[in-house]
């Protein structure tokens, strides 16, 4: 008896002692949050290049994995296994490069020197355009409105249009003919970038080539320091988030090159100007969920308003269409039931990772929440089995207010 009362206090007493620096810490970490937070994008400066590495190694295993599988089986019917499996993943490992230095060509090919080209037309026909609006809002109202209001309406568009055209000669245009100033400003951040792809590169095709060893380094860890129930769940939730995450990233990169292939072709087909780069624009940012076709359509309308309003007003059109088509038919069908998510959680995990983390969380939400949701579930699902109550969510819809048995309609 005093055994166990002993070994209750010990453990109260661990208990207490464990709250007390974790409270200590915290205050620690709150008091001193401006210079951790330096700290720790220090810290993020120096490994962004691994960060690259593995973001890229990432999203490029599943092509690495089917080249060195299709190589393999393919060598080792002519010599030794081991030499067959070598040369696979150099294989491997070249065709992923190649992949990623295509993929930056064919993004810059398209994007920057139409980005430009579309930003100095908006400039030089926006003046243009804002007096034809205001002769057409002349001819509309006419002599049959009010005078004032007449000047008001047409105050308010130019002030409105001044400053929009202000805006881009002072942030868009700034210093863009002033290539030296560019150079002498720009040339570091850009060497620095540019280094760290290329480290990223290299990490990434170390992270590819050595995942399988890695993964049992790491697996040798956890059945050393965990128990073993609670390492086989530590599994069971690394291969469910990489299912998850995986699944959705990957799906939604497939999403939406063919979206942004489907945009070109419909342009191409319908004569809208600027196919190339509003069919990027769409592409890159349908890999948000939901939201993204209607962010990419609106630089993208106000791009193609330069040159045809009317063009503008059917790419919209067809905007919704495509984001319909994709909801619907093809994002399904890529993605199938990767995150297990209902529409208005999708929305909700969309809304709330843009207003936390930006576009990344944008991007992210849906998977993460997705994974939070699916272990909440568990859990719950866990403790009403344990009170012999059923975990299915039909069994507590009521339908009282309707006047509706839960049976009939269920």
């Known amino acids: 008896m005093l055994e166990k009362i002993g070994k209750r ?10 709250a007390g620096v974790f409270v200590i810490l915290f205050f620690f970490f709150m008091k001193n949050l401006s210079g951790i937070e330096r700290e720790i994008s220090i810290i993020i400066g120096i490994i962004m290049p691994f960060i690259y590495g593995f973001v890229m190694a990432y999203l490029l295993s599943p092509l690495f994995n089917l080249v060195t599988r299709k190589t393999y089986h393919y060598l080792s019917k002519r010599i030794p296994a081991k030499k067959a499996f070598s040369i696979a993943k150099i294989v491997a490992s070249v065709v992923s490069v190649i992949v990623v230095f295509s993929i930056i060509a064919a993004v810059a090919i398209l994007l ?8 100095f037309s908006l400039i030089n026909v926006m003046p243009g355009r804002i007096e034809y609006f205001n002769r057409w809002l002349t ?7 009010d005078p004032k209001l007449l000047e008001f309406i047409q105050n308010s568009v130019s002030n409105v249009t001044d400053y929009a055209i202000k805006f881009m000669k ?8 002033n290539y030296f100033q560019i150079i002498s400003t720009g040339v570091m951040a850009t060497l620095r970038t540019f280094l760290d792809f290329l480290i990223g590169i290299v990490a990434a095709l170390y992270f590819l080539n050595s995942k399988e060893r890695f993964k049992a380094q790491l697996t040798k860890l956890i059945y050393a320091v965990f128990s073993r ?12 988030t990489n299912r998850t995450f995986g699944g959705f990233i990957n799906g939604k990169i497939i999403d939406s090159i063919i979206i942004g292939f489907i945009c070109y072709v419909a342009m191409m087909i319908f004569n809208m100007p600027y196919a190339s780069l509003c069919s990027v624009i769409v592409g890159v940012t349908n890999v ?11 630089p993208s309308v106000i791009i193609i308003a330069v040159s045809d309003p009317i ?3 059917e790419f919209l059109v067809w905007i919704f269409v495509l984001q319909q ?19 208005f959680w999708v929305m909700f995990a969309i809304i709330l990772g843009g207003g936390l983390f930006g576009f990344l969380g944008m991007l992210l939400g849906v998977p993460v929440f997705a994974l939070i949701y699916y272990y909440f579930k568990k859990t719950i699902e866990k403790k009403l089995v344990y009170k012999d109550m059923s975990p299915d969510t039909d069994e507590y819809i009521e339908f009282n207010n309707y006047d509706i048995n839960r049976k009939d309609v269920l």
């Open 170 to 177: 002072d942030y868009l245009t700034r210093g863009m003919g």
């Open 311 to 313: 063009k503008a007003a």
């Open 229 to 240: 129930n609670r390492a086989e769940a530590i599994f069971n939730f690394g291969y469910f």
């Open 139 to 145: 001819d509309l109202i006419g002599h049959t409105a």
């Open 288 to 298: 948000i969920p939901f939201f993204g076709p209607f962010i990419g359509a609106v």
């Open 9 to 18: 206090y010990f453990k109260l007493g661990v208990s207490l002692v464990f």
């Open 325 to 343: 088509f994709d909801g619907s038919v093809l994002g399904p069908k890529i993605l199938g039931e990767t995150t297990g998510l209902s529409s």
């Open 112 to 119: 920057v020197p139409k980005l430009a080209t579309s930003i």
